[in-house]
Each structure stands twice: as C-alpha cells, then as structure tokens.
C-alpha cells in the first residue's frame, strides 16, 4: 500500500482526536476527586463510586442509542441512522460529522468522552442524599437520550445550526456544560437540601469538605483535561488552530483563577481554596464555547467574569436555597451561559482562527448575540423540562433520595457498605512494643489469630 | 536534509509510540494508589515504595539484559544479540522488531514500560508481608530474565509465534499480565497468607484497605494507562487501527466495570467499589490480547465475561486459602488467561483490523482456539516453575517474609522506618488559641523552642 | 487550500509541541502533591493553594512582561520586542525562537509552562511559613523578570548563547532548576527556619511530612512531566531526538532513584521513601541540561551521581541550619548545577543526538566545562542578588512571615479558613445505630436540625 500525504494527515488527525480523547476522559478522575473532595468523608465513596461508573454507563448508552440520536441523519430535532453502530469502517448514517475525515471509530470516542462529561457534571449537584441506582438511571437516561437530542440541535446538524447566524459552541459551554448543569438544577431542586443544610428558618449551615488535597488534585486534572477538551474539538491537528485555542483556553483558566481568588478574598475575608478552583473551571466552562472565536484579550475577559460569576453565584444559590454541594451549577450551569453569550460580545474573526461573524464589541452587532441567546435559551428550556420528568419518572419508580438515617450516617455504609478510609483499623501508631507482643486488632478475635499463626510460622 | 514522506510517518509514528509508552509509564501511579489503598495504612509506604522503585529496577535491568533475551537475535528459546545496547543507532541484533520503522531507542522505551508492568502486578498479591529487599531483587530477576524469556516465544520471533497458527496476543493478556499473574501465585503461595486473615479453621477474616480515595483515582490511571497499553501496541499510528483499539478496549473496560458492580450488587447484597474497579481493570486485561481482532461486540462480550470472573475468582481464590490482598491474581492471572482464550474465540476479520484467521464463533473452527490454549499452558507451566524457583532461592539468600512483629506493627514502620499519614503530628484541629498562647507539639520540648524561637524572632 | 509535506510537518510538531507542554502543565499537580505531603497537614491547604495558583500568576505575568524580556528582540542582556503578544500571527519580535516553525501561539505556550516550572520550584523551600501574599507577589516577580532575565542569557540569544562554545543547557538545569533553587535559596535564608525545626544550640529536629501517598503520586507525576519537559524541548517531532531524549531522561531518573534508595538505606540504615523520591528528580534535573548530549551510560551515571548528591545535601543544607521543608534545594538547585557541569564532561557527539563539541571524557578538553561552569556562575550570581533583592522588598512593603501563632496553628487556618482534612466532621465509623436516632455532628445544633428536617422530610 502506497503511503500517501492526505492518509499521513489523517493518521496525524486521528492521533490527535484520540490523544485529546483520552485528556477528556481522565476529566473523570478530575471530577471524582473534586466532588469527592468537597463533600464529606461519609459519602466519599459513594460519590467516587457514582463517578466511576457513570462513564461505563455512559459508553454502553452512547453506543446503544445516543450516538444515533445524535449524529445520525435524521431530521432538524434528531438523528435516526445508526443505532449500534459498528464502527469499524466508515458509515454513511452519520453525515453530519463528515467535516472532518478520521476514522468513524475515532468520531465517536471523540463524542463519547464528550457525553460521559456532561453525566458527570450531574453528580455534583445532587450528591449526599441521592441513591446509587437512581443516579445510574438518569445517567443513563442522560446520555441515551438527553444529551444526544439536544446536542442534535448544534452539533448533528439540527435547526440551531441552520439559522441565518448558526449558534457558535465550539466545544460545548451549551452542548455539555450548560446541558449537564441544566440536569444539575432539576435534580438539586426534586431532591430537595441535603439535612442540616438550612435550618427551618432557612438559615444557611455550611457543610465542609473533607479533603483539599483531592480537590486540587482534580482541579489540576481538569484543567489538563480541557487541553483535550477544547484543542480536540478540532477533530484535526490543524496547527494555527489548536496552539491558538490551548492558548485562550489556559488564560481565561488563569484569569478565573486570579479573579475568583480576588473576590473569595474581598468577600470571605481569606482566599477560599475551593472557591479559587471553582473559579478555574468557570474559566474553563466559559471559554468552551468561543475558545477558537475570540482572542487572548477577549480569553482574559471572558474567564476573569467567569471567575467573579462563580463566586458571587455560590451566594446565589445558597440565598435560594438549592443545595449544589460542590459548586456545579456555580461552574457548570452558570459559566455554560455566560460563555455562550460571550461569543456574541468577544467574537472577532482577525484576532482568532474564527471564520464566522464578528461579536458585538468588534462591530459586528447584535446578530450573533442574538442567536447564541436563542441557543441558550432553547437548549435550557428543553433539558429543564426533560430532566424534570425523567428525575420524575425514577423517583416514582424506585424513589430518588435515601432515608434520613442512611443520610446521617453516610451513604457509603448506606449504599456501598464501606468506607471510605480506614485509619485506625489496626496499629499504625507505632508504639514501641516488646518484641513478640502482638497489637489488638479490631478484627474479632484477632490477637488470639496472630498468636497462633506466629506459632505455626515458626514451626 | 531533505524531508520526505516516510520521514515524516516515522516521526508521526515515533511520537505515537512515545506518547502512549508515556501513558504506560504512568500506569505505575495507578498500580501504586490501587494497592496501596486496597491494603492496610501501616502498610502504605512499603507498598508505595515498592511499586515506585521497580520502575527503577526494570529500566536497568532490562536494558541490561533483559531486552537482548527477549527481542535479540537467537534461537526459538531466546534471544542471545544486544546486551546493553546503545540505541542510538539502529541495530541489527533485534531483527524481531524490525516490522516497526521507529528508531531503535523507541522500540526500547515501549517495551520497556511493558516490562515495568509485569513486574509492577507481582507487587500487589504479595503485599503487607514482603522483605523490601526481597520484592525488589525478585522484580530483578522478573525484568532481567524470566519477562523476556516467555516474552521472546511470543513477541520475539520464538516459538509460539512461529506456529502454523501463531499465538495470536496483541497487546499482552499472557505475555504481561499472565506472566506477571503466575509470578504473583506462585509468591502469594510461597509467602502464605497474612496473618490473621484466615484462622486456624481456615474460615477467612476480610482485611479493609484504608483508602478508596486513592484506589478509584488510581483505577481511572489504569483506564487510562490503557489506552496506551493497547492501541501503543500497533507502534504506528496506522488511523483505522489506533481508532478500533481504542473503542474496543473501552467497551470491554465498561462492559468489566458494569458487569462486576451487577455481580457484586448481587452476591454482596451492596455495589461495592473495590470490586468493580477491579471488574474494570479484569476488562482491560482480558481485551488485551484481541483488542485488534474483535468487534465492539465481541469486546463487550469479553469485557462483560471478565468482570464477572474477577468477582468469582476473588471468593475461589479466598477458598483455596490463597492470600492476594488486591485482587491481583483474578485480575491480571485469570483474565489474562480468559482474555488469550477468548481471541480463539471472538476473532474476526470482517469486523475488525485483524488479519489473521476467524475464531470459533466466526466460523473459523477450533484452530486459533487451539494455539491460544497451548500458548497460555505453555507460558504458565514456565512461569509457575521458573518463578518458585526464583521466589525460593531468594527466600534461601535473604528470607522472603518479614517477622510476625513486623507484620503486624505494619511494614511502613518495619522497613521503612516512617508513617504513611501524620495527621495529627501537630496542632490540626484549629482551636481558639489566645495570641501568644502556642500549641504542644510532639516533638519533645518544642513548647519551649517554640518560645524561644518566637522570642529570638521579635529581637 | 493544497496540502503540503512542509504544512504537515509543522502540524505533527505543533501536535507534539502541545502534548508536551500539558505534561509540563500537569507538573504543576506533582510539586502540589509532593510539597504538601512533605510538610504538615496544618499546612496543606497553604501549600496546595500557593502551588495551584502559581501557574495562573504565571500566565498572567509571563504574557504581559516576560516572554518579551526572554525571547524578544533586544541586546545581549535582555530581550524589548513583544509585551502582551497577541500570538495569532506570526511575529518578528522573537527571532530567538525562529529556529522552530511551529505557529508563535505554540511557541508561548511551551515557554509559558516552563516559566511556571521555574516559580513553583520556589515554593517548597519557602513552605510551611511564608505569607501566601508575599508568594504570590514573588512569584510574579520571578515570571516577569528574573527568570526571563537570566533565560534571555542562555535561550534568548544573550551572551551565554554567543560564547565561542556556547552553554549548552538542552531543557534548563540551570535556566529552569537552578534559577528556580536560587530564589529557593535567598527565600529560605531570609525567611529563616521554621519554629521548632532547629533548637538554641543548632540541633536539628526532623519534622515529617504527613502523606506518603500523596508524595508519592507527585513523584510519579512529576516523572511523567519530564517526559514532557525534556523531550519536547526540542520543540519538533524529530524521531531520533526525542526517541533518544526519552530515553537518557528515564535513565538517569531510574539511576538517581536506586542511588538514592542505596544511600538511604546506607546512612539512615532504612530506606526512606522521601529520600527515594527524591533521588528521582534529582536524576532528572540533573539530566535536563545534557539530555540530548549524552548516550545512556552517560545518564546513567549523571542521574546515579545526582541521586547520591540528593540525599548528601539534604544533610548539609541541615548542617548550615537552612530549612528547606520539601528538599527542593538538594534536587533543583544542586542537581541543577551538577546537570549543567556535567554536559561539560560527558558530552559526547558520537554516542547522541548532539551536534556540538564533547566533553571531557571524551576527548573534547575542558572548553565545554569552563562555558557550563561561567553559565553556573552568572546565572546564580544574579538570581541570588536580584532574588534577594525582591524577598527584602517584600518583606518591606507586605512582609515575609507569618506570625508565630500563626505558624504554629497552621497556616491552613490562618491564611485559608479551612483545613485540608476534616474526616471526623461527622458520623464516620459506622457504629451500628438504632433507626431514627441521628448521631451528633459538630456543627453547633445539627442534632436539632437533622431531627427537624426529617420530620419535614416525612411530612
């Protein structure tokens, strides 16, 4: 087989799309650490539990019936063609990502990573207090069918790509964080607070964290991640692009931070740790959308409002009583929006690699404002309604959050049956000890175990 | 110097094969965190530092010896060209990897970390009562010798690969994660079980690991360390290949990671975490050997397979009252035996990038079946033997075993000298203190340096 | 738009150029990991928040001032072309970087992590009782103007670059490492010990570090990020170059971690894991500079040497009474010296990918050592007094320290509000519970709430 320069620039393409894939999927680490770093140490395992698996569900209903729904050729409001698809050689069920030329199995693990983002950004806002198994089902419902439909609408093709201006989402502040966040909302509100998270008078308790050095550590994923996330969805290693979107991306990831450090400093007194990196994801989240549209400058901005927003609508939030545990829809519902809209403000086509419109700010009017309010606007009304009756329907059917003496515990013994760390289960202080003095052990019976097994050991 | 289009492929493939080793290279964390946090805290350093420093040991030691065994030019037992070699040059003493157009040092570097894998599986089924000295002279012995050895019959031009139907292993199900089973057995045999987990009538007291935390961020590393095991193991960014790889090694992981939380929900009444990490993980190896020569179809259905039997080998091997405290040896040792298996099974042409022949459910008869049982028999009986060879004539020179004291004060303290965690070394609770007033430490009269010092600061 | 051979190639660097600068990037996550789990818990959240928001005071800082100062256009002492580079075009403000043809957003960016690499080296030595303000302001000072500075000297095309042998440091012992533990060094100086760590007579007394898992996640961490920092500093995906750079840094990290394993082992008569990890880096630091210059052998015994140097200065810097916490002293700025020395003597033409003259070992004379040597001296010699300089004004204008109550509390406390843990907050140990009766949890009046929300729940 001869090699040929347009089959060399597709294996280069393809290398990229699965390198960046795989950036994406480690966003899981990222999220599972996070959110089970800003919770407490009584649900830890539950909350990593409901994270790891989530991307498992995800793979087994994105291949079933959401790739499909997704991409697959079908009309303005969903794709029909190519339910399990086999992948292996090229398929004409999916034209609308025939724009870029990498295998089709590279396509969907490319989109697949991008699903299994938008279940997970969930998990956040309803965590502490939902069941295990109710979460697996909307998870499921949610790649199966929640994202893919709405997804459909900007990225497969649908009518919110064919309107005179098309709504600009590069790589989903809409599609996955605002569609995740959106869910988050509608889940946070049917479970209800979590127990001691405000009081009758509807006083505000804050509940802690129980481990920083995870939150940053998957802070710090994330934000790796999204150098998969946003220089990936070019799906092609196309130079002046990707080096340009790595670039704004990391600097409105660097101006959220320094402006949420900012604001947690001015309004909590002390720099808020957890607060700092929420605003580094709002950053992230924000830019999603226009990370190929707009330039450094507009990066700056549009990640240094991010930053602020994440903060004062932690506050927000609180006053309206939702209970979002971790911040999810401070990062990922709010900064899904904003960073919509702020295409059509900072969009400018000779200070990017964007080949569309300019934004308000460069003189391109309102137009394409308008348009990524409308996308705004449409996608959150759909996913708020849908994922209230799907939150609906799984609460009817097996009920959504656990008992209240399970919540007080922990849902870690409650749904798992065990914890998440272990101490002190055995000696680990180190005492001096007489040699051949065995330490108790809280296994029952266990000093008399150890001395018999010494025994037989040394004979 | 002119460029030309082969050049560039090599460099593409060269920064391919580099990239996912890196990917491979890092599978070394997550092999720490998961058995670390699956075994008891007195016991997380020793565990820690012994899979950190078998990186080490594996680099020298198989640039020293164990590359030229494997892949040198010999003989169908082993190779015999290429000790130390220089790899700056290309060489003519590794022909069996001349199909690879990378430079030599390339080459090197992948199998290398391949190497560190199979030698790193070994650490967590003789955890919590191993000689340091004792794992990291073994892991010598493994990466120097007897690795390369089996490794030679089927990836170095040896006899396995040379049948009329070769072993057909892709990526490793037997050539590393079965080597590095059996190696484990015949250890976790030899060693005997921890004390204390089972009593003198043979029923089995279950040990808790102590961090979960750092056992799930560890198996999302492995996930993702996987998709440089498999789809690195093509050495050339050949598009359609590095795509299908990718996919079918995800959809066994999550077919793994769902059937065990299935299988675990059932036989343990609640989902339990560990258990379905190591259902993913159980995945991932039996994948392995055919992620090129199945469908998606097929990879679900090995996946799914695996993840059950990691589950029910758990509970056989705790039958047979052998004492693998991670779940190493139905991980790496069952599934790698299942997943060569099942290539004679789940092959097929049609549906893949594969080009050898179909296997029993695709018409292809008993043939392929065949030779991947004799390659796992063969392989294994080498192993068994060679490794409990190894294991008693370091147990002869050194001793294996820590004494009971040791072992039950923890090996962090035993043979390290120093404490996981120090939680509460120091003043960490934040009590109001009054200004001036300081805080006793544990370190004997710091009180009193601490007010010297403070008065020694104001001067 | 034609595709053509050379577009292609600039693709797979500027693909090759990104990944290894998101290895760089996520370094960031192993000095976090490694910092904090050296030191106390009291100062976790300091520590980890001082390493998480360096980078974004880097980008910042590095965008608007350094990168212009270290590869604009200028004389010999410092760059003058190119403040807040827009990047989307090319741009003849740097020709220093002309020598790779990757697109000017490429080139920031890779430049961009280093210069964050260089702050947050700072940050160990300086932990555990420095203001977080101070840090941060210091760090932009290092990112905007020292490190930039003294880089122009060496990258930049200033006078080291254009002796008649140049200096020759590949990925920057000295411009990354050694810059870095210079301003390490005057912080720790002027800071002055930690309470506690040394008595009225001068006696040392060891405090420990409080998480063993975390450090040794960093250190792996960290390890993969070389694999960034010294392979991609070629800044193109030349298959021989960074095949052999792999290589030489894997090398001399596994020698520098058995070295130091070994002299562990010899002077503190156990092996001490901190020790180990440490002896890892300070092989990598120590190979950084020559990486591309030396053959295998030749790593392997810089990194050797540089994990016996690791652990040595670890006593000494003890000895002269400077509290360095993490040891960042012993790996960045000792091994970043010896790195920079050592190109001058094992540099060999014959046995790598370089191009320039050999070392002394190999018949090349002293001309490469005497230029490494002069880059040692006049690089240190000004980052010594300009850091300096920059501590003391600080200290002036904010100050350096924190208060003794403060230090002794924790910095977690005084500087963030929050502790990094809190795994007794609430209900963590499962005792078995009557249902219905809620357990106490130390938010003042939870009892009541719980007890009053479940009622509400029931309702």
Redesign the interface.
């Known amino acids: 087989m001869e ?14 799309v ?2 960046t ?3 994406v ?2 966003m ?2 990222g999220f ?2 996070v959110e ?2 800003l919770c ?3 649900n ?2 539950n909350i ?2 409901k ?3 989530v ?3 995800s ?2 209903a994105f ?1 079933l019936v959401g790739f499909a729904l997704m991409f697959g050729n079908g009309n303005p409001l969903v794709g029909l063609t190519g339910f399990v698809p ?3 050689n090229g398929s004409s069920s999916f034209s609308a990502l025939d724009w870029t030329s ?5 396509k ?2 490319f989109q ?1 990573v991008f699903a299994g983002t938008a279940a997970t950004i969930v998990s956040g806002a309803v965590a502490e207090r939902i069941k ?1 198994g109710a979460f697996i089902l909307f998870s499921a419902v949610m790649t199966a069918f929640l994202y893919p439909v709405a997804g459909h609408w900007i990225w497969g093709g649908g009518f919110l790509s064919t309107l005179s201006t098309p709504v600009h989402d590069f790589a989903g502040s809409t599609v996955v964080h605002s569609i995740g966040g959106w869910a988050a909302l509608t889940g946070a509100i049917i479970l ?1 607070a979590r ?2 998270r405000f ?2 008078n509807g006083k505000p ?1 804050a ?8 939150v ?2 998957g ?3 994330l ?2 991640g999204w ?1 998969g996330f946003n ?1 990936g969805s070019t799906m092609a ?4 692009a ?3 979107i ?2 704004t991306t ?2 409105a ?3 959220g ?2 402006t949420s ?1 900012l604001a947690s400093w001015y309004m ?7 607060m ?2 929420n605003g ?1 994801l709002a950053g992230l989240v924000a830019i999603t959308a226009g990370c190929d549209a707009v ?3 507009g990066a ?1 901005a549009i990640g240094g409002i991010a930053g602020v927003l994440a903060v004062l609508a932690v506050f927000g939030f609180e006053k309206l009583r939702i209970d979002d545990p971790v911040g999810a829809l401070s990062v990922h519902l709010v900064n899904g929006i904003w960073g919509t809209l702020a295409v059509g403000i900072f969009a400018t086509v000779d ?3 964007f080949t569309g419109a300019n934004g308000l700010l460069y003189g391109g009017g309102m137009a394409m404002l308008k348009s990524q309010t409308m996308g705004v606007a449409v996608v959150g009304t759909f996913v708020a309604f849908a994922s209230s009756a799907a939150w609906l329907a799984i609460k009817a059917a097996i009920g959504l959050r656990v008992g ?2 399970e919540e ?3 849902l ?2 409650g ?16 005492a001096p ?1 007489a ?5 108790m ?1 809280n ?1 029952p ?2 000093r008399r ?2 001395a ?3 025994a ?2 040394k004979r």
């Open positions: 090699l040929t320069l347009p089959d060399l620039k597709i294996a280069l393409d393809t290398a990229w699965l390198f894939a795989f950036l999927f480690f899981n680490a599972a650490l089970s770093g407490r140490a009584k830890c395992v990593l539990a994270n790891y698996v991307f498992a569900v793979t087994l291949w086999s992948l292996i990498v295998p089709m199995a590279a969907f693990f697949l295990f209800g127990l001691g009081d009758r308790h509940i802690r964290g129980h481990n920083m050095m995870s940053t550590l802070g710090l994923i934000w790796l150098f220089p290693a196309d130079s002046r990707i080096a340009h790595a670039l990391n600097i990831a660097a101006a931070t320094l450090l909590q007194k002390k720099p808020d740790l957890s700092i990196i580094t330039s450094m400058a700056a200070g990017s690699i209240a003496v007080t515990e922990g870690d013994e749904e798992h049956g065990m914890p998440a760390y272990v101490m002190n289960d055995e000696v680990s202080d180190f000890m040699a051949g003095e065995f330490a052990t296994i019976g266990t175990i150890v018999e097994n010494t037989a050991l």
